[in-house]
């Protein structure tokens, strides 16, 4: 199996850090083969950024994302900017927070109020961790555990538990829109 992932949004949202995180714990945690690559815009903070992971069981001969099976847009921008790259049946994972229009495209679209989330979870600045946790309910590109370990490794000392938490409200949220509760469940029923 191959998957290939863009996490795209403005510098200073962490989608590079998140790339990182991931492909550490595909590659290192769960055994697979992995490249990660990065790009900014001319501006560090504010400018375009765009990070790209490949994850597969076999060997990767093209370490270039052309065509995602799953797209994460952090902002408006990188909406307009990516969309239409997405696979037909991929995933489209849009910040709800800051992304207000999705152009038609034939993907499965999941809007999550990912910032929002951030907050929740202890600040904006761990937005990029409640993406990757929603990435991962929504694809299964690696393990929950794998992920946890990478960003233990990987976050600054100090943010380790905030950085979870947003981890995990992340994993609910993406878990929750793709096996939303039925209305029995819910305890909703005909007239309520």
């Known amino acids: 199996m191959k998957i290939e992932v863009r ?6 949202q962490g989608v590079v850090l998140a790339a990182i995180i991931l492909a550490e714990a595909a ?3 769960d055994g697979r083969n992995v490249v990660q690559t990065q790009s900014y815009g001319v501006e560090a903070r504010g400018g375009a950024s765009r990070a790209e992971v490949i994850i597969s069981d076999e ?17 408006q921008p990188s909406m307009n900017r990516y969309a239409n790259s997405v696979k037909e049946n991929g995933i489209l ?6 992304v207000k229009e999705i152009p038609g495209v034939r993907a499965k679209i999941f ?6 989330l951030g907050r929740q979870a202890g600040g904006v600045i761990v937005s990029n961790m409640v993406a990757l946790g929603s990435l991962l309910g929504l694809s299964g590109v690696a ?20 950085n979870v938490r947003a981890l995990e409200l992340g994993l609910q949220a993406g878990t929750q ?14 007239g309520e």
């Open 7 to 12: 996490l795209s949004g403005s510098g200073g």
């Open 27 to 29: 590659g290192l945690h």
């Open 93 to 98: 994972i849009a910040d709800s927070s800051l």
């Open 143 to 162: 393990s929950v555990e794998s992920v946890r370990k990478a960003v233990l490794n990987r976050v600054p000392k100090g943010t380790e538990e905030m």
């Open 177 to 190: 829109a793709l096996f939303p509760p039925s209305e029995a469940e819910a305890g909703v029923g005909p």
């Open 59 to 75: 060997e990767i001969v093209f370490p270039e994302v052309i065509r995602p099976d799953v797209l994460l847009a952090m902002n």
């Open 111 to 116: 809007s999550l109020p990912l910032t929002e």
